[in-house]
């Protein structure tokens, strides 16, 4: 099995010398061992057993709210959702999606939760940049051509809190609306109800504050999936919109608009 490792992901990204007090702070901020221990609950399950699997493990439950506006499984959809949580939320939806779709769901993620192999059926690499970029691209498109559902995270990152201190979205990408059009699908917006830990958010804003562009607080989302343990997650359905009734100018600002009524749906749909 494949095991996490941080001294050798470190000296593969950096060949100068690392003092061992940071090495050894470093494993336990992302829980090394205990990410270790949670990969060998069982080798060889599929995506949807091993999000149960961490769901378990972690004490995790999570309910769905207006499972009637789910579209049916032969019904091709575009899930759109929030980011709030950076990792779990990724893993509770390949659990709870999973099992209404019995498997056949495509979700993009960062270079993180693709690492863990057993998710490897229906996470999909997200990667900017050369070769990887263009067999990315491929790997999405396929799917959306695909009988599977597919899921998105629009805005592509973790959420921050924004200038009222809210957990929110940063600006969602439009491209989710193209994708839609392009593969004849509805868009299915979700929310996800949930929050990282006040730590996380004063990360951000210090290394904003600083000037600093790297995103140095995702160091901490391993630790953060961990603080979730106990908790109860709910995740909101929304309306399905037709390909047809969205629109082909002014994306980003519909993109946006769309992002914040999630936000009204806690409300709307109690």
Not at 40 to 50: F, K, P, R
Not at 219 to 231: A, N, Q, Y
């Amino acid at each position: 099995m494949k095991r996490i490792d941080v001294r050798a992901a470190v000296r593969s990204k950096y060949k100068g010398w690392v003092p061992e007090c940071a090495l050894r702070r470093l494993e336990r901020l992302v829980h090394e061992d205990e990410l270790n221990k949670m990969m060998e609950l069982q080798e060889e399950v599929d995506g949807v057993s091993m999000g149960h699997r961490i769901m378990d493990y972690l004490g995790i439950s999570c309910e769905i709210i207006g499972s009637e506006r789910l579209p049916a499984p032969h019904e091709r959809t575009l899930f759109v959702s929030n980011h709030p949580l950076g990792g779990v939320d990724g893993i509770i939806y390949c659990a709870m999606l999973g099992d209404i779709y019995e498997g056949r769901l495509k979700i993009p993620v960062n270079d993180v939760l693709m690492s863990v192999y057993q998710f490897g059926d229906i996470f999909l690499p997200v990667n900017k940049y050369g070769k990887q970029a263009r067999s990315s691209i491929r790997q999405i498109n396929e799917a959306l051509a695909s009988e599977d559902q597919v899921l998105t995270f629009a805005s592509g990152m973790v959420s921050r809190t924004n200038n009222k201190g809210e957990v929110y979205d940063l600006d969602w990408q439009p491209s989710f609306i193209r994708m839609a059009k392009q593969s004849n699908r509805s868009v299915t917006p979700l929310f996800f109800e949930g929050e990282n830990s006040p730590r996380f958010y004063k990360w951000a804003r210090r290394r904003i504050k600083a000037g600093l562009k790297f995103p140095l607080e995702l160091i901490l989302l391993p630790d953060e999936m961990f603080r979730s343990k106990g908790k109860h997650f709910k995740i909101i359905v929304g309306e399905p919109m037709a390909p047809e009734e969205l629109p082909l100018d002014h994306g980003a600002e519909y993109a946006n608009k769309l992002r914040d009524s999630l936000y009204d749906f806690p409300e709307r749909y109690r």
